[in-house]
Nanobody, 112 residues
Framework: QVQLVESGGGLVQAGGSLRLSCTAS????????INWYRQPPGKQRELVAT???????NLADSVKGRFTISRDNAKNTVYLQMNSLKLEDSAVYYC??????WGKGTLVTVSS
């Protein structure tokens, strides 16, 4: 079993920044890839960023140049640094490992 807890969401003005954190606990020995997804109101969940245990990253085109994903293996934590936030970045952001493991999400609201 793996538990994922997200934090760092909140209300921010357009153009501002937030840093989300995802801390993993439990049976994390074989964790390789950790993902950030987001689900805007009334829309489907979409993949935002991915990081492997080797540090390779991938970002959705919509966030490239603005978001950065990183991890601190010693703290079992993955971060999503979000800069130059836009209204359309408003969503619940979820941390994910594989098919089964999801956090409860953290809400990001970007205001004009």
């Amino acid at each position: 079993q793996v538990q994922l807890v997200e934090s760092g969401g909140g209300l921010v003005q357009a153009g501002g920044s937030l840093r989300l954190s995802c801390t993993a606990s439990g049976d994390i020995f074989n964790i390789k890839t950790i993902n950030w997804y987001r689900q805007p109101p009334g829309k489907q969940r979409e993949l935002v960023a991915t990081i492997t245990n080797g540090g390779s990253t991938n970002l959705a085109d919509s966030v490239k140049g603005r978001f950065t994903i990183s991890r601190d293996n010693a703290k079992n934590t993955v971060y999503l640094q979000m800069n130059s936030l836009k209204l359309e970045d408003s969503a619940v952001y979820y941390c994910n490992i594989g098919v089964v493991y999801w956090g409860k999400g953290t809400l990001v609201t970007v205001s004009s």
